[in-house]
């Protein structure tokens, strides 16, 4: 699975710490005081989690968009 992409959502919680997820991989997730750090941070946890993960069932979830939801 060398030079993947992958879709990786990024928050700033209320202390300005940026949090990162890879929603196509499950548990990762990493945080960081700048993006870069996140960043950097986020493509360790993920090159750990794909060791433990069937990269065949990755490669076939896609990312669609994201939706607002009024309630």
Not at 3 to 16: A, K
Not at 18 to 38: D, I, L, Y
């Amino acid at each position: 699975m060398k030079n993947s992409l992958f879709t990786v959502y990024i928050e700033q919680d209320e202390d300005g710490v940026f949090v990162g997820s890879v929603p196509s991989v499950p548990s990762c997730h990493a945080q960081g005081k700048t993006q870069e750090e996140m960043l950097n941070n986020l493509k360790n946890v993920l090159k750990l989690c794909l060791r433990n993960i069937d990269t065949k069932v990755i490669e076939k979830i896609k990312f669609i968009g994201i939706q607002n939801v009024k309630i």
